[in-house]
């Protein structure tokens, strides 16, 4: 039966591949919304392993990684008793929708992904996996599985969202109201945080040809100190937001800024019109990553020390998680005109 749509709470559906260790970007991009927005709607947060084996990986750190990242759901501040937070292979739905999705999506609208673009530029043409391509409609069926009227993700995934919408539209054009469609929900601050060592590029988990590219979130506080006075700026001394890609360091340094103090802009540039330097605010910008990181640190070794603690919280979100989604796909079956089983 179907869901008495009007009746629910808003619902937000959002999560993170376990590809690498989790970035500042990840952090003020999703994390950090989600943790807030967790009070205002109904809310699934998935750590999206079958995203993460679209691209060559190891299977040991895949396991490891999974843990980690739904730790730091909660050392972020996703609440278990407010949140499901779940993992996206435990819950079979999600594969099952995938492919009835894939059957009304056109090849050509994969083949625009600006990041399917990117990641298979990574590797050699003959090596890259169907599943690269298929991506964002995986995430499609992740995101109407549960109803989503939002979806918490940092500017990267805006591209995603609108296929998302388009594959909810053609489905429900072609079969019948099923899907809600989804709006994405951009933070106003830090939604798209550039690599340190090259800030023309986003910052990303995957990166790790260089040590100096990234402050991940599990870093000690000597090496975000680092990695942060040793970020690209230029030859100036002007400290002011700016979209001049000359100044593209810089402008970083303030939005990482402007995302971990909430600052308005005016007030950062006001702050720091009397600095010396590029290093007084690469002082100030490590200063207030590490004060922030620190309590997050804390909780995340808390919860990790408890063995077990997280695998059965996993568990118990799989299981809510899955009540939802089968209910979403069943319907989505019946609509496309499947025989359905007995019960
Ligand atoms: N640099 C960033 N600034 C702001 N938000 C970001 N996000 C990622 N990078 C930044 C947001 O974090 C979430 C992570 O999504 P994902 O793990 O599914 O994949 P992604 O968007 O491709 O993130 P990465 O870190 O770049 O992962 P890899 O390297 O594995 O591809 C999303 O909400 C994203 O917008």
């Known amino acids: 039966m179907s869901e008495p749509a009007l009746k629910r709470q808003k619902r937000v559906l959002s999560g993170v591949q376990p590809s690498g260790s989790l970035t500042i970007g990840n952090y003020v991009g999703a994390l950090k919304q989600w943790a807030r927005e967790q009070y205002n709607f109904e809310s699934f947060f998935c ?3 079958l995203h ?5 990986y190891n299977p040991a750190e895949l396991r490891e990684k999974t843990r980690e990242v739904a730790a730091l759901y909660l050392a972020c501040g996703i609440d278990p008793a407010v949140s499901t937070v779940f993992v996206q292979s435990h819950v079979p739905a999600h594969s099952e929708l995938a492919w009835l999705l894939n059957c009304i999506t056109p090849l050509g609208w994969l083949y625009r992904m600006t990041q399917f673009k990117d990641k298979a530029a990574r590797q050699q043409a003959d090596s890259v996996g169907t599943g690269l391509l298929d991506y964002p ?4 069926a992740d995101i109407l599985l549960y109803q989503a009227d939002a979806v918490p993700v940092g500017d990267d995934q805006r591209q995603h969202l609108e296929l998302t919408r388009d594959i909810a539209q053609r489905f429900n054009h072609l079969f019948g109201e099923t899907f ?8 106003p601050a830090g939604a798209r945080i550039k690599g340190l060592d090259n800030p023309l590029v986003k910052m990303s988990k995957s990166l790790t040809e260089s040590e100096y590219h990234a ?6 506080p000597d090496r975000i100190k680092k990695k942060i006075m040793r970020a690209v700026t230029d030859s100036g001394r002007e400290i002011c937001f700016s979209d001049d890609p000359e100044k593209a360091g810089v402008n970083n340094l303030l939005e990482i800024y402007e995302a971990f103090t909430d600052q308005p802009r005016d007030a950062i540039e006001a702050h720091f019109a009397q600095a010396r ?8 910008v490590a200063e207030v990553v590490i ?12 919860l990790t020390s408890e063995k077990g ?18 209910a979403t796909l069943r319907r989505a079956r019946e609509n496309m005109g499947f025989l359905m089983p007995p019960g």
């Not at 409609?137 to 499609?140: E, F, I």
């Open 47 to 49: 750590v999206v392993d």
């Open 137 to 140: 409609v995986l995430m499609a």
């Open 309 to 326: 603690f997280i695998d059965e919280l996993l568990a118990q979100g799989a299981e809510r998680a899955s009540a939802v989604a089968e």
């Open 180 to 187: 809600t469609i989804p709006e994405a929900m951009i933070p």
């Open 52 to 56: 993460a084996v679209t691209v060559p």
């Open 215 to 220: 402050v991940y979130l599990l870093d000690p």
């Open 291 to 302: 004060a922030a990181l620190q309590p997050i640190q804390q909780r995340y070794r808390e």
């Open 277 to 284: 330097g590029y290093g007084d605010l690469k002082k100030e």
